[in-house]
């Protein structure tokens, strides 16, 4: 008798005609992935088609800046995954294509220079 009162809930509560559950928990996660996707994926892949693209049409002579904060005039290309980088007179540097974050512009080379000038006289 006691085994009776235990399964009869377990029985009803597997019913097979009550889908309610599986159609709230699809209505429920379908909007938070599709502002997760408009939010964090999209954003983040059309970010990652311009560094492509910026990484791609490098040449002699740009002026860029590496994820390291480092400013430097490209030298040349060796085996297509690594730059040599003039930063200072008579140094260069080899660093990975990929460490190069973006081309610099002289309005920041500029401001820079301004930043370290002031904080030298301090």
């Known amino acids: 008798m006691i085994e009776y009162h235990f ?7 597997a019913d097979p005609g009550s889908t309610g559950g599986l159609a709230q928990l699809v209505f429920f996660f379908a909007p938070l992935f599709a ?3 408009f939010l964090v994926l999209r954003p983040q892949s059309t970010q990652r088609k311009k560094l492509q693209a910026m990484l791609g049409s490098l040449k002699t002579g740009d002026r860029v800046v590496t994820s390291g904060g480092i400013y430097g005039t490209i030298l040349g290309f060796r085996d297509g995954t690594t730059v040599q980088l003039q930063i200072a007179p008579q140094v260069k540097v080899d660093v990975a294509r990929s460490a190069i974050t973006g081309v610099a512009s002289e309005e920041s080379e ?8 002031t904080k030298g006289k301090k």
């Open 7 to 13: 399964a009869t809930p377990l029985l009803l509560a």
């Open 35 to 37: 502002i997760w996707y």
């Open 110 to 117: 500029d401001a820079s220079k301004q930043d370290s000038g």
